[in-house]
């Protein structure tokens, strides 16, 4: 049943569209100014108002105002004996839904106020579609993403397979050959070492993807704390070391400032570790060059190598899991393929920038950036 609210100064006017409202079965209450029926209006719900122009106080313009500011889903008929033109279009302007000039039948309130009631089940149910439209356009960008989504997993986990796959592979074939008993004596060593370095291998490619995989559940890094840039760089350099000096390599460091920054220690020590580890693995000769300064509001790291570089179509793919240029998979035949995923990760995650600048056979520089405030 309709709720029908009729705000006029003059009593006849308000009680005779009352009790001819009233007979067609709608439930109207009454006001005798604009300040007692806004009260009505804040009190309970109404689906029209019937609204003098002209009163002593609070206009009919104004109180139309403040109808429209509080309750946009109420129409509003103007009743008026000054109907003008300029009335009218202010009326309009301001939200009215049509003009009862007196005097009038109770044909004429009749038709006035189902033609407003009609406008407003037609915005209502414009509003309804708009939002079952806008929802139905929601879940199908939700599907999409999640399709999206979905493919991507299922390609990252055939990947996945297919790394570990090899290894694990490798690893039973030769434990079937010696318990087989084709494995001679003199080559159980060779065998055994063999064993260990794709067991190696297959336990390297897990630690970084399960690191790789808490990485990426987070948006930002929590936990954070003040750490001493240089003493993580220093540990990792000093950890590396004997790796350079095994393959006749100069590892060298140079700090030019001692940055602080709020972060997790273990990321940078992964990311450096990553950067350098990977430079020392694909340098053959020559030297391996790490550096440390402080820009305004930033750290900045580069890890430069003379080894085997890198073609610009590598250089766009590097940061992707598992990938490996052919003259890495050369170099070092046994790489996961996930340490500079991870080292990207690291950079977008405490919002930094890498940059890589290689030529091949003459080796790679990997300029990191990252602000000092998380």
């Known amino acids: ?66 109808i429209q500011e509080r309750e946009s889903d109420v129409m509003c008929v103007m009743i008026t004996g000054y109907a003008t033109v300029d009335l009218a279009a202010q009326a309009m302007k301001k939200g009215a839904q049509g003009f009862l000039p007196k005097p009038f039948t109770s044909d004429d309130l009749l038709r006035a106020v189902h033609g407003g009631l009609d406008e407003r089940a037609r915005r209502l149910n414009q509003r309804d579609q708009t939002a079952k439209d806008e929802e139905a356009l929601q879940r199908e960008r939700a599907r999409q993403e999640q399709a999206k989504l979905d493919a991507i997993t299922s390609r990252f986990l055939l990947v996945v397979v297919h790394e570990l796959r090899n290894p694990a592979g490798a690893i039973k074939n030769m434990l079937q050959l010696i318990r087989g008993g084709y494995v001679e004596d003199g080559e159980r060593d060779e065998y055994l070492e063999r064993l260990d370095l794709r067991a190696g291998q297959l336990l390297s490619m897990l630690d970084d993807l399960l690191e790789l995989a808490c990485l990426k559940e987070v948006q930002s890094p929590s936990r954070l704390g003040p750490v001493a840039v ?94 490996r240029s052919e003259q890495a998979k050369a170099q070092v035949p046994l790489g996961t393929g996930l340490g500079l995923a991870i080292v990207d990760q690291i950079v977008k995650t405490y919002l930094g920038t890498i940059q890589v600048d290689s030529t091949p056979g003459e080796g790679s520089t990997f300029t990191v950036s990252l602000p000092l405030t998380a």
Not at 16 to 28: D, N, P, Y
């Open 1 to 66: 049943m309709p709720n029908i609210l009729i705000i006029d100064d003059e009593v006849g006017m308000r009680e005779g569209c009352r009790r001819a409202l009233i007979r067609q079965g709608f439930k109207v209450s009454t006001a005798e100014q604009g300040a007692e029926g806004l009260r009505l209006l804040r009190e309970q719900p109404f689906d029209l108002v019937l609204l003098d122009a002209m009163m002593p106080g609070m206009s009919g313009l104004e109180i139309l105002d403040r």
């Open 230 to 323: 240089a003493g993580v760089l220093e540990g990792v350099v000093r950890q590396l070391r004997p790796k350079a000096q095994a393959k006749g390599l100069d590892l060298q460091l140079q700090i030019e400032a001692q940055p602080t920054m709020l972060a997790q220690p273990a990321h940078l020590h992964s990311l450096w570790h990553h950067l350098i580890d990977n430079a020392i693995c694909y340098t053959p000769r020559g030297q391996v060059r790490v550096t440390l300064s402080e820009r305004p509001s930033r750290m900045e790291s580069t890890v430069s190598d003379t080894g085997i570089g890198l073609s610009s179509e590598d250089v766009s793919r590097i940061f992707g899991e598992f990938y």
